[in-house]
């Protein structure tokens, strides 16, 4: 690892988090080339152990959400994101769909989809993501295109064709 900054009091915290080198802002070509050396030469004596590497760069499951906070009007409701059906973006905004109401989240998709849980939140859309456990099927129509029917909705939502992959090697673990 190789922090860049402008604050040198954090220097110190780097190296205690196993920082390879440290790099103050601004720097030269030089010493960024330096750097470059010393994590080249510490990655070619030291075996990687790529678990380890991304768990400090990947959330772990305790760190997805699980609770949602939703406002209607003045009434405000804490959602477990179990009982969430789906997302959809609505401009910028979400609609959150559960089995009992319906609401808009200011947030966009993008940002919210990276606080999901990916084995249990799906995006098959780019406006889209489901709760896999309240899936009941998947259908194909004219050959190329997919619909997913959810347990407690009455539309079908598309599946767009970048995301029918999900669908077609699906095992259990």
């Not at 906070?69 to 969430?84: F, S």
């Not at 998709?109 to 999901?116: D, E, R, T, V």
């Not at 009941?136 to 079908?156: C, I, P, Y």
Request: proline share 3%; with cysteine.
């Amino acid at each position: 690892m190789c922090l860049f900054t402008a604050y040198d009091e954090y220097a110190i915290q780097a190296f205690d988090s196993g920082a390879i080198d440290y790099l103050l802002k601004p720097y030269s070509d030089k010493r960024l080339k330096e750097c470059i050396e010393r994590l080249n030469v510490r990655l070619a004596s030291t075996p990687i152990d790529i678990k380890q590497l991304l768990s400090n760069i990947l959330p772990s499951k305790a760190h997805y959400l699980k609770w949602l906070k939703i406002q209607i009007g003045n009434k405000l409701w804490l959602l477990e994101t179990k009982d969430i059906i789906c997302f959809k973006a609505c401009g910028r905004y979400v609609k959150v769909l559960t089995k009992d109401r319906e609401a808009l989240v200011r947030m966009p998709l993008k940002s919210l989809s990276l606080q999901l849980d990916p084995d249990v939140f799906w995006q098959v859309h780019r406006s889209t993501i489901l709760n896999i456990k309240h899936l009941d099927f998947v259908q194909t129509s004219d050959g190329e295109q997919m619909h997913a029917k959810m347990k407690e909705l009455n539309e079908l939502l598309t599946v767009s064709r970048s995301f029918i992959y999900l669908f077609r090697d699906v095992t259990s673990d």
